[in-house]
T-cell receptor
Framework: AQSVAQPEDQVNVAEGNPLTVKCTYS??????LFWYVQYPNRGLQFLLK??????LVKGSYGFEAEFNKSQTSFHLKKPSALVSDSALYFC???????????FGPGTRLSVLP | DSGVTQTPKHLITATGQRVTLRCSPR?????VYWYQQSLDQGLQFLIQ???????AKGNILERFSAQQFPDLHSELNLSSLELGDSALYFC??????????FGEGSRLTVL
């Protein structure tokens, strides 16, 4: 069965600095990987996905993620953090059969002014 | 706006009661997924429907049931409610199991 780990409950970063939110996964076969963001009292919003192709995936709001097959990781990055990026971030994986998306526990990002 | 509509947004009820949560997927999406989000459990997959048929089942309690209707909207029925059922319930839809698009959720409070 597939699984997702987000090793950090909380990430703090100063505004203007680069940010990284970590994700590692376990899945049979080729992974389909996703990042979502959740603002308070809102639903999850899709940020980006990796299906195949370039290991560096660009998404919404200036976010990008790097797929590393050997390390089974899919870390979310942004070159310059904004206070408005403060939110809960979820990594998710879907297996080849596509029946189930499994989400990580979430990482709370705080960008300090 | 994701295009996925959930009602009601908030619901307060008592233990032992039954509630129904409704979800309308994005136009054209055949798959509907239900998730439960609570503070201590994270985002838990409950159940998935595809074009009216159950496709996958997760950690859904026997007191909970769901269905997807011919017009593709879905309902999640929660019965014999307990305090621990208080949570945010999300519906998401997708086409061909690509990325999920989530509704804004239904916040259930059981008193």
């Amino acid at each position: 069965a597939q699984s997702v780990a987000q090793p950090e409950d909380q990430v703090n970063v100063a505004e203007g600095n680069p940010l990284t939110v970590k994700c590692t996964y376990s899945v049979s076969g080729n992974p389909y990987l996703f990042w979502y963001v959740q603002y308070p009292n809102r639903g999850l919003q899709f940020l980006l996905k990796y299906i195949t192709g370039d290991n560096l995936v660009k998404g919404s709001y200036g976010f990008e993620a790097e797929f590393n097959k050997s390390q089974t990781s899919f870390h979310l990055k942004k070159p310059s953090a904004l206070v408005s990026d403060s939110a809960l971030y979820f990594c998710a994986v879907r297996d080849n059969y596509g029946q189930n998306f499994v989400f990580g526990p979430g990482t709370r990002l705080s960008v300090l002014p | 706006d994701s295009g996925v509509t959930q009602t009601p947004k908030h619901l307060i009820t008592a233990t032992g009661q039954r509630v129904t949560l409704r979800c309308s997927p994005r136009s054209g999406d055949l798959s509907v997924y239900w998730y439960q989000q609570s503070l201590d459990q994270g985002l838990q997959f409950l159940i998935q429907y595809y074009n009216g048929e159950e496709r996958a089942k997760g950690n859904i309690l026997e007191r909970f049931s769901a269905q997807q209707f011919p017009d593709l909207h879905s309902e999640l029925n929660l019965s014999s409610l307990e305090l621990g059922d208080s949570a945010l319930y999300f519906c998401a839809s997708s086409v061909q199991s690509r990325e999920l698009f989530f509704g804004e959720g239904s916040r259930l409070t059981v008193l």
